[in-house]
Structure formats: structure tokens, C-alpha cells
């Protein structure tokens, strides 16, 4: 075989197994539109939207899939439906069984939630990532353009630097930093 030939068919190969990989998920989600590549049912969609979903529902049924970009959207056309369909979510996806399951990987996301933000506020030049993530949480800039924290704010740095768990601190010690929290 010529060596030039083998990108190609390494390319050819590639292609082949993708479609049939995508034909095998195609197969298990709700009919809809055929998406394009990277722009999925972008272009597809009419100026008068709702009358666009509603043919496609006349089309493929009331449960449809289809493709925003990249991103797939499940979409249920009627209220009773998607009632029913949130009824299902509640018993079962949200159910409190099932959310005391799913605790231990919430309590490992917000562990590394908090390493991620302490990282990002003891590297060089952390004021930025600090305010962002002051403001954001607390509604209050803790550090000054000068760069100097106040007590509240060392005091929040102290907390995130030490891992400690909402539940150890005392929120009537500093009331006024946790007021915009809630």
C-alpha cells in the first residue's frame, strides 16, 4: 500500500465507524429532524418557530428530538405530557432515596468546588478570581483595588483554605458576611 494512502483511509475508516456509531445512538433517542453536523437543526428551525415545532410534532410525533448545535433537547409537545413527564422526574430522578444516593458525589463535587477556588486564590495575582468569586457568592467585593483584604475577607479565605465544612462554622460570629448568601 502507499504511504500516502494511509491518512486517507485512516480518514475513510474513522467516518465509516462514527456513522455507524451515531446511527446506533440515533436509533435510541425520540424520532426528529436529521441534525447536521456541528449545527445540528440550527438551520432547520423557521422564522415562526412554534408553527416549525408544531409540524415536526405532526412529523415525528409528541416526543421528538432535536439538536441545538451539538447539544440535544428532548422535546415534549404537549402540556399533558410534559406534566407526566415531570411527575416521572419527581418520583423517580428526585426522589428522596435517590438524592441521598447521589449525596456522597455532591459532597465530592463541592470539595473540589472549594480546592478549585482555593487554588485559584493563593496562585500570583489572585485578586481577580477573588472578587469574581466574593461578588458571586457574597454580593461584596472583600479586597480593595489596592489589593488589601479586609477581616471578612480573610476570615472567607481562612474557611476555603481550610476545607471547612459549612456545617463547623458559626454564622453568628460575622452575620453581615453570609447576610447575601441565603
Not at 445512538?25 to 441534525?35: E, V
Not at 451539538?70 to 422535546?75: A, H, K, M, Y
Amino acid at each position: 500500500m502507499d504511504p500516502s494512502l494511509f491518512p486517507i483511509a485512516i480518514g475513510l475508516l474513522l467516518a465509516v465507524l462514527s456513522y455507524f456509531l451515531l446511527s446506533r445512538l440515533r436509533f435510541k433517542l425520540p424520532p426528529g429532524p436529521r441534525p447536521w453536523p456541528v449545527v445540528g437543526n440550527l438551520y432547520d428551525i423557521k422564522q415562526v418557530q412554534f408553527r416549525c415545532f408544531a409540524e415536526w410534532a405532526e412529523k415525528y410525533g409528541l416526543i421528538m428530538s432535536v439538536w441545538f448545535g451539538t447539544s440535544l433537547t428532548v422535546v415534549v409537545s404537549t402540556t399533558e405530557l410534559a406534566k407526566e413527564v415531570r411527575k416521572v422526574c419527581n418520583l423517580e430522578l428526585f426522589s428522596p432515596k435517590r438524592l441521598e444516593l447521589l449525596r456522597p458525589i455532591r459532597e465530592d463535587e463541592v470539595t473540589a468546588m472549594v480546592e478549585s477556588i482555593f487554588r485559584a486564590c493563593t496562585q500570583p495575582g489572585y485578586g481577580v478570581a477573588f472578587n469574581n468569586i466574593t461578588r458571586l457568592a457574597f454580593g461584596k467585593c472583600f479586597m480593595d483595588s489596592n489589593g488589601v483584604i479586609d477581616e471578612q475577607g480573610k476570615e472567607f479565605k481562612a474557611i476555603v483554605s481550610n476545607g471547612v465544612r459549612p456545617e463547623d462554622v458559626d454564622m453568628t460570629e460575622t452575620p453581615e458576611l453570609y447576610a447575601n448568601a441565603t
